[in-house]
């Protein structure tokens, strides 16, 4: 079946570092979507991407989709405590299903 | 404005015991509804997805059910638990099964011993 990998896993980061995490479909997808877990808390939407090539910014928060509609990445710019958690992708498959990816786990020191 | 709501927060249940994990949405009528399973540390599995009241489409093969038995009430179910049932249970809703972002409750955490 489709897989969405996230890499790296976990990062460490001192504060006010950059930091980058990638998604990788298997297949191309029609939409992706990237959410924020924080530790012991639910995923929260952060935003959606549709077209190929597409980049957003929220605020220090970068988001790209590929080319070729199958990877896309997140870079935030010059971290904060604030941003501390679980990082997903989660790309939309042909059958209109939502795949999330492995997740990258954001840490940073102060 | 919509909230979602799951309850309980935690539950401690022994193996071979039954569960039912309840979720419900208000401020919205015939949301689409999710059912996920997160292992600890791990990515999230979508267990189940409603498109509508008594409408229930199973992603994975398991010892879980899922019921729809009112338009914004989405309920989990085993009859056993196993030990490898531990884990962080999320429901989610969007507004549409193809093009919306999904909106995630609180959670259950729960532990099978």
């Known amino acids: 079946g489709q897989q969405v990998m996230q890499i790296p896993q976990y990062q460490h980061v001192q504060e006010g570092e950059d930091f980058t995490t990638y998604c990788n479909s298997s297949?191309?997808?029609?939409?992706i979507q990237w959410y924020k877990q924080r530790p012991g808390g639910h995923p929260v939407f952060l935003i959606q991407l549709v077209k190929s090539g597409e980049v957003k910014k929220q605020k220090r928060l970068t988001f790209q989709f590929g080319e070729a509609k199958k990877n896309s990445s997140l870079h935030i710019t010059a971290t904060q405590t604030t941003d501390v958690g679980t990082y997903f992708c989660a790309g939309r498959d042909n059958t209109d299903k939502l795949i999330f990816g492995t997740g990258t786990r954001l840490q940073v020191f102060p | 404005s919509q909230t979602i709501h799951q309850w309980p927060a935690t539950l401690v249940q022994p193996v071979g015991s039954p569960l039912s994990l309840e979720c419900t949405v208000e401020?919205?009528?015939?949301?689409?509804l999710y059912w996920y399973r997160q292992a600890a540390g791990r990515g999230l599995q979508l267990l189940f997805y409603s498109v509508g009241i008594g409408q229930i489409s199973s992603e994975v093969p398991q010892n879980l059910s899922a019921s729809r038995p009112q338009d914004r009430q989405f309920i989990l179910s085993s009859k056993k638990l196993l030990l490898s049932d531990s884990g962080f249970y999320l429901c989610a809703w969007s507004w549409d099964f193809s093009s919306y972002e999904q909106y995630f409750g609180p959670g259950t955490r729960l532990t099978v011993t």
């Open positions: 297949t191309t997808l029609s939409n």
């Open positions: 401020g919205t009528s015939n949301p689409n």
